[in-house]
């Protein structure tokens, strides 16, 4: 994929993650904001002072997200972005992220 590309599939990524998780926060009443500044998309936990921070990475073609637990880096396989290391779908692992720093079951699906 060029890069053009991948800069557009990363900002439709992190835009369906935004929505998404924004829903599921509502539906589970967290509060939760989310702010955007370029690639870079930061969730805080308001309740419990806690961040994850989602930003793309051009260079290497990934999206990489930082939470509590540690770093994790997405690329691309077909429809889906899937860690590097474990195989991880990234919705399902960023669900499982915020449920954990937030101590409740969030579930978030691929848009």
């Known amino acids: 994929m060029t890069e053009s590309e991948f800069l557009d599939l990363?900002?439709?990524?992190l835009d369906d993650l935004e929505r998404t998780l924004e829903n599921a926060a509502e539906?589970?009443?967290?509060?939760?904001e989310c702010s955007r500044a370029?690639?870079?998309?930061?969730i805080e936990l308001i309740d419990f002072g806690a961040k994850i921070?989602?930003?793309?990475?051009?260079?290497?073609?990934?999206?990489?997200v930082a939470a509590r637990?540690?770093?994790?880096?997405?690329?691309?396989a077909g429809e889906c972005w899937l860690d590097t290391?474990?195989?991880?779908?990234?919705?399902?692992?960023?669900?499982?992220?915020?449920?954990?720093?937030?101590?409740?079951v969030i579930?978030?699906?691929a848009a």
């Open 10 to 13: 990363a900002e439709t990524t």
């Open 27 to 32: 539906a589970a009443d967290l509060d939760i």
């Open 38 to 42: 370029g690639n870079v998309l930061e």
């Open 53 to 64: 921070i989602i930003n793309s990475q051009a260079p290497m073609q990934e999206i990489w």
């Open 69 to 76: 637990s540690g770093g994790f880096h997405y690329k691309r």
């Open 85 to 104: 290391r474990s195989g991880e779908e990234l919705f399902a692992a960023l669900g499982r992220l915020v449920g954990e720093q937030a101590g409740c």
């Open 107 to 109: 579930r978030l699906d």
